[in-house]
Nanobody
């Protein structure tokens, strides 16, 4: 499966963006899909994940209550709705997938990665 992330851009603090992660080649069925982000000079950080079959979700502590992950099975696409953005959310956002229902928060266990989309939040 190949992943295509999109939706990044420049937004003012307090604003919103919605990222998309579209799969091609295979479906997300029986997979977990996650969003990670990486800011310059920092380690890749787990943002959110969803278990495709049952819709279970998980969030990183820094985004809980502001970001929402969802899925559209018909479009084979996962979304990350980001609200109340702050400059600390500025990073390249990556979507990733792995087979199985669990939603690990560590990047190396994900086997497929999209190319990343840049989110910049201005103050």
């Amino acid at each position: 499966v190949q992943l295509q992330a999109s939706g990044g851009g420049l937004v003012q603090a307090g604003g919103s963006l919605r990222l998309s992660c579209a799969a091609s080649g295979r479906t997300f069925v029986n997979h977990a899909v996650a969003w990670f982000r990486q800011a310059p000079g920092k380690e890749r950080e787990f943002v959110s994940g969803i278990s495709w079959n049952v819709g279970e979700t998980s969030y990183g502590r820094s985004v809980k209550g502001r970001f929402t992950i969802s899925r559209d099975s018909a479009k084979n696409t996962a979304y990350l709705q980001m609200n109340s953005l702050t400059p600390e959310d500025t990073a390249v956002y990556y979507c990733a997938g792995r087979y199985g229902g669990a939603i690990p928060t560590t990047a190396p266990v994900y086997t497929t990665w999209g190319q990343g989309t840049l989110v910049t939040v201005s103050s």
